[in-house]
């Protein structure tokens, strides 16, 4: 498994044009959104939307996994892939290691905007677990960009990762905080795996430790998740 | 001469042919493959098809076996049954003594598919080197690279390769892993004469390090000329099974015709030499192992009117094997099987 996690990686790192891309995007978003507009308490919103806009950018680089894989398999390299020894299971999860390496640029260059930038000040420690959670609190949404990608054809994946990915950025409070939302739209948003997932961001922030209820929650999605990508890539190896 | 003769002819033979594999049966642990009465439909209900409709074949180790056919004969279905991508929806299919999917993961099966694309962006070393080390006792891959002729490329990203060295990393990356069974999909459909020659040589060497080889092809030469044995498929169906020598042999059967002139074709089958008797409007077919004997005999019954001898080639049998108006043809077929036997 070790050897295809290399192997995906140096594909995955070859590809400067999307690394660039899928970095810069996020960046962009949070520094115009915390530049617009009026000062006022700025400062909490500047650290609130910086973790919401790594958030962001994380996971939209862990589902972008999903148009990798999808291309993957309209090659064949999927079914190739199949009939070697690697196990289904070990098949996912080294795709999901190798693809959760394209999410640390992100999470790192949002962070970076923030304290250089827009001047985000936080203890050492704070700015170290903040990277760690977002960095591996993507997973789930690795798994759900690898499930589509198994079971989609490329363009399809496109366009449902970009769905799913706007849908969570609004209703998981990413891009705006939950309560501009309305009341009833607010509390199915505290259930999203992005809302959760940011929390662990905010959690951090704010010195404390994530709720229970954040961290119960998050751990449903990424066994929903997970599932969904070991059967999709099981169906995948199938002809017809 | 016509292609129903033709096809009687490769048809009884084939049924010899069958009787004869099945007489050289060997023990299980030198058993390769097995099927047993596979089926294999695909589509929906009210428009299914059954790709692969009752394939019973075994093939022992170290064989080196072509499946023939034409494109939709079912070839790719039986590979990915073989291969564990697909289950069977009736009968078994074995690999080395187990399931297929079992056979892939103890990494005892090495294949070629149709449509594997190799991935872009990393090069054909680094490839081989990762599917080598998803088997337990790979080649080393310095002699993978040299066994499948890659070795000069070896440095070259994937994507900037040309097609003929593409299907040479494919089997490169069949082979990495050392499997004693190999399988093969079309492997030469995108080479050139050079690189057909070149392909061929590589798998005849593998093949002789001990291995079992099963590839599919829709070229009769192709399968003559590199393998020990040809199942020929059609319709999901096994229609002949044996070496090319014997295959041929079976296809050297001559037609003889002649005009029946309003005589009785009684007797007609017990004539010297004749296998098969057909008759279209006023003519006689008779397919004859023996044409010389024949048509002597012919004579001496005065039913020379219009009378023709031709020979079949491998390549009109197989074309009749396969023609695309068999299944109105095996009606023949089986009620020539019944006046024969």
């Not at chain 1, 609004?170 to 905080?177: E, H, Q």
């Not at chain 2, 001469?1 to 002819?9: I, L, V």
């Not at chain 2, 399968?223 to 059609?234: K, P, Q, S, Y």
């Not at chain 2, 005999?297 to 005065?302: F, P, S, V």
Request: aromatic fraction near 6%; charge should be positive; hydrophobic fraction near 45%.
């Amino acid at each position: 498994m070790f050897q295809y996690i290399l192997l995906e990686m140096r594909r995955t790192l070859r590809d400067a044009g999307f690394l660039i891309f899928g970095t810069g995007m996020p960046v962009m978003m949070y520094l115009i959104f915390t530049n617009i507009g009026s000062d006022d308490g700025a400062d909490g919103w500047k650290t609130a939307s910086m973790v919401g806009m790594a958030a962001y950018g994380a996971l939209g680089s862990a589902m972008s996994i999903g148009t990798g894989v999808a291309s993957d398999k309209s090659l064949g390299w999927l079914q190739q892939l199949r009939i070697t020894p690697l196990a289904p299971s070990h098949a996912v999860v080294g795709r999901a290691v190798s693809g959760s390496v394209t999410v640390l640029p992100v999470v790192l260059t949002v962070l970076l905007a923030g304290a250089l930038i827009n001047g985000v000040r936080m203890a050492a420690w704070q700015w170290a677990v903040l990277v760690l959670v977002l960095w591996l609190g993507a997973l789930p949404f690795t798994l759900l960009g690898l499930g589509n990608g198994y079971r989609l054809t490329p363009q399809g994946t496109g366009v449902v990762n970009v769905a799913c990915l706007m849908g969570f950025g609004v209703v998981g409070g990413l891009w705006f905080p939950l309560e501009m939302l309305p009341e009833w739209l607010r509390s199915v948003g505290r259930f999203t795996p992005a809302n959760r997932f940011a929390d662990l961001g905010w959690a951090t922030t704010h010195g404390h430790a994530p709720g229970a209820t954040t961290l119960v929650v998050l751990a449903s999605w990424l066994l929903l998740f997970g599932a969904y990508a070991v059967i999709s890539y099981r169906r995948s190896a199938r002809t017809v | 001469m016509s292609w129903r003769t033709a096809y009687t002819c490769l048809c009884h033979a084939a049924l010899t042919l069958r009787n004869v594999v099945g007489m050289t049966q060997t023990r299980d642990d030198e058993t390769a493959v097995v099927f047993t009465g596979a089926v294999k439909t695909f589509g929906r209900a009210g428009r299914r098809v059954r790709a692969v409709d009752g394939i019973d074949v075994r093939i022992g180790r170290g064989e080196t076996v072509a499946l023939l056919g034409r494109n939709g004969a079912g070839k790719s279905s039986t590979i990915s049954l073989l291969l564990g991508l697909n289950e069977p929806d009736e009968g078994t299919v074995r690999v080395l003594g187990r399931s297929p999917g079992k056979a892939v993961r103890a990494g005892l099966v090495g294949a070629m598919l149709q449509e594997g694309k190799p991935i872009p962006k990393v090069t054909v070393r680094e490839l081989v080197s990762f599917v080598a080390s998803t088997y337990p006792r790979p080649l080393p891959v310095a002699e993978a690279l040299v066994l499948a002729g890659v070795s000069e490329y070896a440095d070259r990203r994937i994507d900037k390769l040309s097609g003929g060295q593409t299907q040479r990393l494919r089997f490169a990356v069949a082979l990495a892993g050392n499997p004693e069974l190999i399988v093969l999909d079309e492997p030469t459909a995108a080479l050139d004469v050079e690189g057909r020659r070149a392909f061929w040589d590589s798998m005849r060497a593998y093949a002789r390090r001990g291995n079992t080889v099963l590839f599919s092809t829709h070229y009769l030469e192709e399968a003559d000329e590199n393998a020990d044995r040809i199942v020929v498929i059609d319709r999901g169906r096994i229609v002949a099974d044996g070496s090319g020598e014997a295959i041929k042999d079976a296809a050297g059967h001559s037609q003889v015709s002649f005009d029946l002139a309003g005589r009785s074709t009684e007797g007609l089958d017990r004539l010297p030499g004749v296998v098969t008797v057909e008759v279209t409007g006023d003519r006689a077919l008779l397919c004859t192992d023996d044409s010389d004997a024949t048509v002597v005999e012919l004579a001496r019954l005065g039913l020379v009117r219009g009378l023709q001898v031709s020979r079949a080639t491998l390549e009109t049998a197989f074309l009749a094997l396969t023609a695309p108006g068999r299944a109105a043809l095996a009606k023949t077929a089986h009620t020539t099987e019944k006046e024969t036997v």
